[in-house]
């Protein structure tokens, strides 16, 4: 029976499916309607994604010689928004729409936006100290000064008295602090404690926030397939994950960050959107929908493969960035030569210029190699808007290797209540604090229940918090985050973002329930199958709008092959109540109502009474579910469902819990 109403079933759901094809023609008529308005508006900011305007924008700023701090930093988050632009470019836009040239033209971009920002900032920083009597302190005599705003802050020190007494110092409007050993507290140095609330020293693929692609392919039209075709070993499935990705080359500029270089012989067939009709058909068959020829897949517009180099990585003071991500941007701590200073004379100011611009002073001194020298304590004061769940680990940026290290790093003291964190350097570096990727995985419930029209609420519960997600049309808002039963994170709650937007900013706050291309080598779990699992998202999606889906502990029992969770009709704003639970099972191609529950004693696939199987979860549920919820499901906003789906292909709830 189940076969014979298969087709008419799939028939069905590829009309409803159409939705997810009008959200994407709705991004692509915004986007492009957004470059329209911006060369409309003609307010002098460049558009990223041409080439002309971004270089004459670079030039202009490059060829600009006032280096005022306040100005630089004012203009330093132009360049910011122009960054986020490309990045968003790069991973919103479909492979179909962007071609390989303008994906390494955007990257590059990118990188040389950051590159003039830290010249500028350095460039800033030399002028601070050619003026530092004006900042100079009345107690001490040295200069020291603090600057800073959302993005970046400034504590800049210089040592104009040369006394050993003075070797050690705290900014006290930001409780950072160094103490220096006795050979630098005699010498015309200055400290400069760099820290910027982002991090564009990581390479370019950690930098960028990639979230999960609904890629439009049109193949051929497909057979049916049976279970036994259409379910491939899970070696297929990883494989097809494999090749889905793009490789990214990068090659190192001469300030030791990595450039973009072309993908021409690296990019995969399928991101150029160039599939022959054989390796269509095989991948159609591993996690292809048949209905409609959408794939969805587990991907990035632009994601690095392991290299050999990084597969090699076993040396234990090297990070291992599939596993740790910095958080709370990065902190430069640079030592530096003091530059001639500006004298007074009859009216005028007068200073000496040199052509080498700012210099660093050398330490451990490159005569003294061999000898032990004295270590620079170095104390910080930890961000209010980051969370750390535990120690973070503490590394050093090493530009030859361009990987983050923990060696020449000792003595760390970390006290979590006081957020400070205190450490010994044998050098002066570029530092990050890191966490580890997966401490709020796997989750231990999650919930999404519809709340309104077009609104509904996802909620992931970890070891550590509770976040609450509101989708409301197109965008999504963290309402709130709950660590120890108090709200935190309130600076970035309340705001309506896109789902890429405020995988950003949790990220960047600390709080990751976002897994990566290789969470499953961290975590215990039980990797479910490719099909099932985004099959599942996706219809959850279309019918979100009228029922509720819930964490099942027998979703770890069900096996690889396919899921279960808790479903429940919800057409009004209250919580659902324990009773109006019914348990679900699917495999991407046959959904069934269990009779078991929650509180079962053992698993079974035994069916519910009265039910039978449907070839999908949607007439599953049209089995039970009443006409106006129904009539919900047909009227509901596809743009409301492409970002129900987003967010729960981005948190993959039905596999990390």
């Not at 003595?411 to 990727?437: C, H, P, S």
């Not at 808002?477 to 789902?499: F, I």
Request: with cysteine; proline share 4%; aromatic share 8%.
């Amino acid at each position: 029976q189940d076969q014979e109403r298969r087709e008419s079933e799939l028939a069905e759901l590829r009309s409803l499916e159409q939705k997810f094809l009008s959200a994407q023609q709705w991004k692509t008529d915004y986007r492009a309607r957004a470059k329209w308005e911006h060369y409309l508006s003609c307010d002098g900011s460049p558009d990223p994604s041409v080439l002309p305007e971004i270089n004459t924008f670079m030039s202009l700023w490059r060829e600009d010689q006032n280096e005022d701090i306040h100005l630089v930093m004012e203009k330093g988050e132009q360049v910011l928004n122009l960054i986020e632009k490309l990045q968003f470019l790069l991973f919103d836009t479909q492979p179909n729409e962007i071609t390989e040239k303008e994906a390494i033209q955007y990257q590059e971009s990118i990188l040389e936006l950051q590159n003039l920002l830290h010249q500028k900032y350095n460039g800033a920083t030399e002028h601070l100290l050619k003026t530092a009597n004006m900042y100079e302190d009345s107690k001490t005599g040295n200069m020291q000064a603090v600057m800073k705003d959302k993005n970046v802050t400034f504590c800049v020190w210089a040592n104009l008295k040369k006394k050993v007494r003075l070797k050690n110092h705290v900014f006290s409007d930001v409780q950072h602090g160094f103490d220096l050993p006795k050979s630098l507290a005699v010498s015309s140095i200055a400290v400069r404690i760099l820290h910027t609330h982002y991090d564009h020293v990581s390479p370019l693929r950690l930098q960028c926030q990639c979230v999960p692609k609904l890629e439009v392919l049109y193949s051929k039209e497909l057979t049916q397939h049976s279970k036994e075709e259409v379910e491939e070993p899970e070696e297929e499935e990883k494989k097809a994950r494999e090749e889905l990705s793009v490789s990214a080359e990068e090659e190192t500029c001469s300030d030791g960050r990595k450039s973009a270089t072309s993908f021409k012989d690296n990019s995969s067939r399928a991101d150029r959107n160039e599939m022959t009709e054989e390796e269509t058909e095989k991948k159609s068959e591993i996690l292809d929908i048949p209905s409609q020829g959408i794939w969805l897949v587990f991907m990035c517009s632009v994601t690095k493969k392991m290299t050999e180099k990084e597969e090699a990585l076993t040396d234990e003071p090297v990070v291992d960035l599939q596993r740790f991500v910095p958080v709370g941007g990065v902190y430069h701590i640079d030592l530096l030569q003091l530059p001639p200073r500006v004298s007074q004379l009859k009216g005028w100011s007068m200073v000496e210029l040199l052509d080498v611009g700012l210099e660093a002073y050398p330490y451990p001194p490159e005569e003294a190699e061999d000898a032990t020298q004295p270590p620079i304590e170095i104390s910080l004061r930890l961000p209010d808007n980051v969370m750390y769940f535990a120690d973070p680990l503490i590394a050093r940026w090493d530009p030859a290797g361009q990987q983050w290290r923990t060696d020449g790093i000792s003595n760390v003291r970390y006290k979590a209540q006081e957020k400070r964190i205190a450490f010994e350097m044998g050098a002066f570096y570029t530092i990050a604090l890191l966490q580890d990727a997966h401490l709020n995985m796997p989750y231990q419930a999650w919930e999404l229940q519809p709340t309104t029209t077009d609104e509904a609420l996802l909620t992931v519960t970890t070891v550590f918090a509770i976040i609450q997600i509101q989708i409301k049309d197109n965008q999504c808002m963290l309402s709130s985050v709950v660590v120890e039963e108090k709200d935190v994170l309130s600076h970035v709650t309340g705001k309506w973002l896109s789902p890429a937007d405020l995988r950003a900013v949790l990220k960047r706050a600390g709080v990751n329930i976002f897994p990566g291309e290789y969470s499953h080598k961290y975590i215990s779990m039980t990797n479910k199958s490719a099909i099932a699992e985004v099959r599942a998202y996706q219809q959850m999606a279309l019918v979100a709008s009228a029922f509720a889906f819930a964490w099942s502990k027998w979703n770890v029992e069900a096996g690889q092959e396919q899921v279960v969770f808790k479903v429940s009709e919800h057409l009004t704003a209250d919580s659902v109540k324990d009773k109006d639970w019914a348990l679900y099972m699917f495999n991407g191609q046959k959904a069934q109502k269990l009779k078991i529950i929650e509180t079962s004693e053992t698993f079974s696939e035994e069916l519910a009474e009265g039910s039978e199987f449907h070839s999908t979860l949607y007439h599953m549920l049209k089995d039970f579910a009443s006409k106006e919820a129904m009539d919900k499901v047909e009227t509901a906003s596809c743009l409301f469902i492409d970002v129900v789906y987003q967010l729960l292909l981005a948190t993959r709830v039905l596999t990390y819990s």
